[in-house]
């Protein structure tokens, strides 16, 4: 069971095209002050005014929540493009609605995928959560998504909220979400040409659910948020960086270390320097240990793996990346300023 909320505000701001947008947070973000008169700004206001929506930015959160915003949002905007986006994210949602959990998805016409995900508490409850969603196309039957899609066939875009204890559903309801003691959630999407991009937004059952407080104010920043999330995914979705993959020994033994756990120290470090390229000889001398000694734990790990040859182990390896949440993106290029130092500027 799911119900649609009420239809957004989306500030003057939102309806800019997404690069603009992000220039003219940009443009603001380097004064605090200046950010803080944008949220404020009178033409979001009449935009608002006009079209009847829910109330502007600066009404609909108290002025705690707007202070912690103003110093929030330019290392948000910084992150585009960078692993630590997603955090950054959940960050601001936390200061606007005390959401817990935070996940963004990428729906095209076959297929949900993963942009970024994010929990409070550090843990990859998130992440995890959205790996059970997946598997097995959970997702094909979640009544929620399903009602943001309907909707979005007349609409630019969809708040759905999921009765999560009523779900008929019992893995959507018992697994995805009671094994995290998730208890509310606010899913968000837009349409983005002809694909939709969405937000989950969630809070455990000890945080309580959404009031109509915490609603409001995620409403009156969706716009916003909703650029910001466009222009990520259009720098990350260009593919990511193989390079990194194959050229970076960090890469490889981090990739390894969070995704094949199971693997022994020794036969991981031995694995990685063969992914890399380094020869017998070269891993005996780095790891100190006898070309024999490699060899053995070479065999072990082609073993273990149930594979034969270093192609396969290759192989085996770049499914890994490919699926590992914090694998290299392609870095935008960095800007001069630094964010700490705007969020301390009084």
Not at 116 to 127: I, L, P, R, V
Not at 163 to 190: E, F, K, N, P
Not at 287 to 313: C, F, N, P
Request: negative net charge; glycine residues 4%.
């Amino acid at each position: 069971m799911s119900f649609d909320m009420q239809k957004p505000c989306l500030p003057a701001l939102a309806t800019l095209r997404p690069c603009d947008s992000v220039r003219r947070l940009l443009d603001c973000s380097r004064k605090p002050r200046a950010l803080v008169s944008l949220l404020r700004g009178t033409n979001w206001q009449k935009s608002a005014w006009l079209h009847g929506e829910t109330m502007p930015f600066w009404t609909a959160l108290p002025e705690s929540a707007l202070h912690k915003l103003a110093a929030n949002f330019p290392a948000l905007i910084m992150s585009i493009g960078q692993k630590q986006f997603g955090v950054r994210l959940l960050t601001l949602l936390n200061d606007t609605c005390g959401a817990e959990h935070a996940t963004v998805f990428h729906l095209t016409a076959d297929n949900l995928i993963e942009v970024t995900a994010a929990s409070m508490d550090g843990s990859d409850t998130a992440h995890r959560q959205v790996g059970v969603y997946l598997k097995e196309g959970l997702w094909r039957r979640d009544p929620t998504l399903t009602e943001a899609k309907l909707r979005l066939t007349s609409e630019d875009e969809a708040f759905v909220r999921t009765d999560i204890a009523h779900l008929t559903d019992d893995v959507l309801r018992d697994i995805v979400y009671g094994q995290s003691d998730i208890s509310d959630r606010l899913l968000i999407c837009s349409r983005w040409g002809d694909d939709i991009v969405g937000l989950s937004v969630l809070r455990s059952s000890h945080a309580g659910p959404f009031t109509t407080s915490d609603i409001n104010g995620v409403q009156s920043i969706a716009g916003t948020i909703f650029a910001l999330l466009a222009k990520h995914i259009s720098i990350t979705w260009d593919g990511p960086n193989v390079s990194v993959a194959l050229t970076s020994l960090e890469e490889i033994e981090s990739c390894i270390a969070a995704c094949a756990s199971s693997l022994p120290r020794r036969e991981a470090e031995v694995c990685s320097r063969i992914i890399y390229g380094m020869s017998s000889v070269g891993i005996s001398l780095e790891l100190s240990i006898s070309e024999e000694t490699v060899m053995t734990y070479r065999k072990r790990t082609y073993h273990r793996l149930d594979i034969a040859t270093q192609r396969e182990l290759l192989l085996w390896y770049l499914d890994l990346w490919s699926h590992w949440q914090d694998r290299a993106p392609r870095e935008p290029a960095q800007l001069p300023w630094k964010p700490e130092k705007i969020a301390s500027a009084r």
